[in-house]
């Protein structure tokens, strides 16, 4: 079933663990941004950018790349560490993070920093862009095209009407390059998804509308790949990652806390964050060793 | 009818004047512009909320069905699939009742497609209050106010179905967002394949020099301003009309030159007072050139059913309420 070796593994986990350091120093000198959402994707990011994505971080314009689209922009910190990690800028911008004229802005603008595939913040309309990519692919290159498009979005973002609009379009069409993923953590601003506004069973809902819905941990490897593997031979459906991710993972004070989703770390939180994040990376080694 | 002086570089339809003028619907200029720019570049695609035969969208459809994408009843994610398909290189036309699109996806078009800088061209038919029978809730009068404001959009409001061809085809080779305003009822055609059409010019239609009132007209009230042009120089009062059919951006040019000589403004239009033709117009002579005006609009309240006329009379927007208005101001001016 895995299709990832131990030292992919190793070398994924590093990576994510790397991924979170930087989102904590980024958001520290930013003094705003949200911390939960980024950590918790940190791993799936670190799947996308080092293992599954067709990039070239040193030619963020290649048109045959993949595409990948982040609905929820507030988010970005995690899309901006995993991509200087990648190489797509000096990891040293981070910590331009919301300052004035940076290339981060509080939510990605496309026009600001090559890599990004389009501009997002006001949620509801990242899985929308995807169809529309994936349509515009499919009439140039039919149902054969080998280019993925993938839509990262919100468990809150659920709730606007147009993700379903969006849904319903990319079932008709038999999008079968169009692979979504939520991060299913069951928080958003106002508390526990479950409480303003309940979701599940949200497997259930994507599956009457058509989609090929498969659920995973978000923070195992393996398991987030054989489910990428499975949606790219899935033929005539698009498919529905939903990957039940820990909010503020990987730094204990912040884990499964809805009040971590819009506010950044304090000078003193930060070094604690960045301590644990430090003995975690030195497990990942003896792990693995 | 030399004396009435419409402007021969105009080359406007020579029975403009006649009782039997020929009347087309304005969206039936985009079916057929869409068709064209179709055939004129391969990227160009459709996209459709549910009424491809209202607004003519069919034509297009019919021709290069694997380039159509009907949306079924979802405007706000037609805004952000066309969005998507521009950013792959695609020129996306899409196409709902101007109150649905740009009134009910508005968000989605500024930021994926204004702040996104994506090629997209966002048509709304049945503007206006000469929707008719169908009532307020269908009668867009809000909709230029909306798309004016955004950055980076280019707003088009076509006099007749002739303009609407060509404004269509000029947005698909203009880069960057664009939104064309169309109705529904069929008007009159002032124009011909001759009269000259750019994104970004208004045209002098009537008179020239100076001037008792400057006149500024777009979409099918064009075709009355003109009428009050002329019965208006019965009663020895001069005017220019001017067809501003692109609001953004206003070729500012043509127009102080056309207030230059004049001793008062009246704007006219199918939109409410606030924010639409008359405020472009405001705004832009409040920088240059300050003068008394009078705006001919729906004044802040909603439509209702009825017939165009009907409707058109109702609100002040035809000759009679154009020369009533011009009247008004001059003598407020004495």
Known sequence: ?289 | MSEYRLRTEAHLNPHLFDVGIVEEPIRKGYGEGLLLAGKENEHVVALCADLKESTKTDLFAKEYPQRFIEMGIGEQNMAAVASGMAAMGKIPFMTSYAMFNPGRNWEQIRTTICYNDQNVKIIGSHAGVSVGPDGGTHQALEDIALMRVLPRMTVIVPADAIEARKATRAAAQHKGAVYIRLAREKSPVISTDDTPFTIGSASLLWGGGAANVALFACGGLVYQALRAARTLADMNISSTVVNVSTIKPLDKKTILDAVKDARAVVTVEEHQIHGGLGGAIAELLANFHPMRMEMVAVKDQFGQSGEPKELIHEYGLDEEGIVQATQNLLSRLC
């Open chain 1, 1 to 289: 079933m895995a299709h990832l070796h131990d030292e992919k593994v190793r070398f994924l986990s590093e990576k994510a663990n790397a991924i979170r350091g930087s989102i904590i120093e980024a958001l520290l000198e930013a003094g705003s941004g949200h911390t939960a959402g980024p950590l918790g994707m940190a791993d799936i990011f670190s799947y996308l950018f080092f293992h599954a994505l067709k990039h070239d971080p040193k030619n963020p314009f290649w048109s045959e790349r993949d595409r990948l689209v982040l609905s929820n922009g507030h988010i970005a910190p995690v899309l901006y560490a995993a991509m200087a990690h990648a190489g797509y800028f000096p990891i040293e911008e981070l910590k331009t993070l919301r300052k004035f004229k940076s290339r981060l802005q509080g939510h990605p603008h496309r026009e600001w920093l090559p890599g990004l595939e389009t501009s997002s913040g006001p949620l509801g309309s990242g899985l929308s862009q995807a169809v529309g990519m994936a349509l515009a692919d499919r009439i140039d290159n039919g149902r054969t095209s080998r280019r993925y498009f993938y839509a990262l979005m919100s468990d809150g973002e659920q709730e606007c009407g147009e993700v379903w609009e969006a849904a319903q379009l990319a079932a008709r069409e038999e999008l079968h390059n169009l692979i979504a993923i939520i991060d299913r953590n069951y928080i958003q601003i106002d508390g526990y998804t479950e409480d303003v506004m309940p979701l599940d069973p949200l497997k259930e809902k994507w599956e009457a509308f058509n989609w090929h819905v498969i659920e995973v941990s978000g923070h195992d490897f393996a398991d987030i790949d054989a489910a990428v593997e499975q949606a790219k031979a899935v033929f005539g459906k698009p498919t529905l990652i939903i990957a039940y991710t820990v909010p503020g993972k990987g730094v204990p004070e912040f884990e499964g806390k809805y009040e971590w989703h819009g506010k950044p770390p304090s000078r003193e939180e930060a070094v604690r964050a960045l301590a644990e994040l430090r003995s975690l990376g030195g497990k990942i080694k003896s792990e693995h060793e």
